[in-house]
């Protein structure tokens, strides 16, 4: 998965992990990765605004610690927002236990089965859809 914005290589395919919410306004099955069917869910965040999410283990993602537990769309966990480290588009937020300290280093996040990163849909491309939209030198023939 790519960031929509500049096609930084952001997360892979092989590190999707669906983290289920009960507070997840709707779900839905789609096969917006990799033609690999995957569970996307709607979520409002107290301003009103909607984002279609899809969860990873991990993703190379800037995390903007500190964490902050309110109005968690997971219950029990925490969220910090996560951005592009390339051109630091908003691309969703990592989640990580509400008992943890509120600032965690990468690898302590990533080596725990506890946390995960919630990316937003919009926001991504595949990188096969990517590719389709390269030109090829003989198309700049006049």
Same mark, same amino acid.
């Given at each position: 998965?790519?960031?929509?914005?500049?096609?930084?290589?952001?997360?892979?395919?092989?590190?999707?992990?669906?983290?289920?919410?009960?507070?997840?306004?709707?779900?839905?099955?789609?096969?917006?990765? *990799?033609?690999?069917?995957?569970?996307?869910?709607?979520?409002? %965040?107290?301003?009103? $605004?909607?984002?279609?999410?899809? /969860? #990873?283990?991990?993703?190379?993602?800037?995390?903007?610690?500190?964490?902050?537990?309110?109005?968690?769309?997971?219950?029990?966990?925490?969220?910090?927002?996560?951005?592009?480290?390339?051109?630091?588009?908003?691309?969703?937020? *990592?989640?990580?236990?509400?008992?943890?300290?509120?600032?965690? %280093?990468?690898?302590? $996040?990533?080596?725990?089965?506890? /946390? #995960?990163?919630?990316?937003?849909?919009?926001?991504?491309?595949?990188?096969?859809?990517?590719?389709?939209?390269?030109?090829?030198?003989?198309?700049?023939?006049?």
């Amino acid at each position: 998965m790519l960031c929509r914005s500049c096609g930084h290589e952001v997360a892979e395919d092989t590190d999707l992990r669906f983290v289920p919410s009960r507070l997840a306004l709707s779900h839905r099955n789609d096969t917006v990765i *990799a033609g690999k069917v995957v569970s996307v869910q709607l979520f409002e %965040n107290p301003q009103g $605004f909607q984002f279609e999410v899809v /969860t #990873f283990k991990r993703a190379d993602v800037l995390k903007h610690w500190p964490a902050d537990g309110h109005f968690s769309w997971f219950p029990g966990h925490s969220w910090t927002v996560a951005s592009c480290p390339r051109c630091k588009t908003h691309l969703g937020w *990592a989640f990580q236990p509400s008992d943890w300290p509120r600032t965690v %280093n990468r690898e302590e $996040f990533e080596a725990s089965d506890q /946390t #995960f990163v919630a990316l937003i849909v919009d926001r991504l491309l595949q990188e096969h859809f990517a590719s389709t939209l390269l030109m090829t030198p003989k198309s700049f023939r006049s």
